[in-house]
């Protein structure tokens, strides 16, 4: 007999939101988060766009949202400009404040997973849970079967001496020094005085020197004239950026698991933003009301692949970026982006560019050598080079 209808393991960002949507929309359902840490969501901030989302799911996700701003910046070396389009973050501290006072002791923290299995979880301590599904959400999964590039990055809350004069975010500053790939400097306002700044690399290897990225943070704060009284919190990540794979042999590694969020592959292929991906699978669920492991496992993967098929342009894209020209020129191509129309940026951002759009994007004269560009067009079968 099942001890819980279902089991999310890992309460992360994707499982947090569909637990929680469904406490909403099925309070009937007995749920069960696992998660090995402390907390729910971890240590980590997610942003998203405002059209990025329906302003249904606006509604439904805005009590875990901390920030929202109407407008936000981007910085290179021959363009600044302003996109009036809005921005939002959510902060992990808040995420798992949220879900702990809706889901009570459907949450169960400090818990180590030894074995995941389609309706079952073996814990490492020896006991085992039932339930009618489980879902895997515990982040990135290795696999041969995709290509990828990196985004990694390091942020710090900061407490400034005196304010820093930011109204808006600034989402990409690559006037800074380029190194390790594509870099730029991503800044949130969070107060008057306080910031979180991320410095952030598109990158071909997954490494991530700690204490150089906190040295460009330091001093990026020294060359925008900041006093820096306290470092509040500091967060680090990677993300996968995929080039190329074979997503239903990706999917056979699950065996049959139920996947969410980048165990999936559902996340945004170009940017690495995960929210909106995981806030569109939690309703796409909810529509279709199949709760069994079975049942999800085959949704889950159908609609992963789906998204997979449309999304092949910016796989395209993000050959481009990693493969033709100079790693220190790599900002060239982001520079061009964003002297497109604003619509046009949004539809990316939201990952659902028109086929006007994807002409648009890849016309005239390309920033990069125009047989590199063939060469990472071309590029398709990468993932199986690497094997």
């Not at 301590?125 to 696999?143: C, F, H, K, M, Q």
């Not at 079975?294 to 481009?320: D, P, V």
Request: hydrophobic content about 45%; some cysteine.
């Amino acid at each position: 007999m099942a001890d819980v209808d279902l089991i999310f393991v890992g309460g992360g960002l994707a499982n947090g939101l569909l637990a929680l949507r469904l406490r909403q929309q099925r309070p009937d359902l007995r749920l069960l988060i696992v998660e090995q840490g402390e907390t729910l969501g971890g240590n980590h901030t997610w942003s998203f766009h405002e059209h990025d989302l329906t302003p249904m799911q606006h509604l439904w996700l805005e009590p875990l949202v901390s920030h929202r701003w109407s407008c936000y910046d981007v910085i290179f070396p021959s363009l600044r400009r302003r996109l009036n389009s809005g921005y939002a973050s959510i902060f992990s501290q808040r995420f798992h404040q949220h879900l702990i006072a809706e889901l009570g002791d459907g949450v169960r923290l400090r818990t180590a997973v030894a074995k995941v299995e389609p309706q079952r979880v073996r814990l490492a301590s020896g006991e085992t849970l039932n339930a009618g599904a489980v879902i895997d959400g515990r982040g990135a999964r290795r696999s041969h079967q995709l290509a990828l590039g990196f985004q990694k990055f390091l942020g710090q809350e900061l407490r400034l001496h005196q304010p820093h004069g930011l109204q808006q975010p600034i989402i990409m500053d690559a006037s800074v020094a380029q190194q390790d790939g594509y870099r730029f400097v991503y800044v949130l306002p969070l107060s008057a005085e306080r910031l979180l700044i991320e410095d952030t690399y598109y990158a071909d290897g997954e490494a991530v020197a700690l204490d150089t990225l906190r040295n460009n943070i330091e001093r990026y704060t020294s060359a925008q004239g900041w006093t820096v009284v306290e470092v509040l919190r500091e967060e680090q990540g990677v993300l996968p950026i995929v080039l190329s794979g074979d997503l239903p042999a990706f999917w056979d590694e699950a065996r049959g698991v139920p996947q969410s969020g980048l165990s999936a592959a559902l996340f945004h292929p170009t940017t690495g933003y995960s929210l909106p991906d995981a806030v569109r699978l939690a309703d796409h669920l909810i529509a279709l009301d199949r709760w069994d492991a079975a049942s999800l496992f085959e949704a889950i993967r159908a609609y992963s692949l789906a998204q997979w098929r449309q999304r092949g342009f910016f796989r395209l894209l993000n050959r481009m970026l990693f493969m033709a020209g100079p790693a220190d020129r790599r900002w060239a191509v982001m520079q061009r982006f964003y002297r497109l129309r604003e619509p046009l940026i949004q539809r990316f951002y939201a990952a659902n560019l028109s086929a006007w759009d994807r002409a648009r994007i890849v016309s005239g004269k390309p920033p990069v050598p125009v047989g590199e560009a063939l060469r990472a067009l071309a590029a398709v079968n990468l993932h199986k080079d690497k094997r």
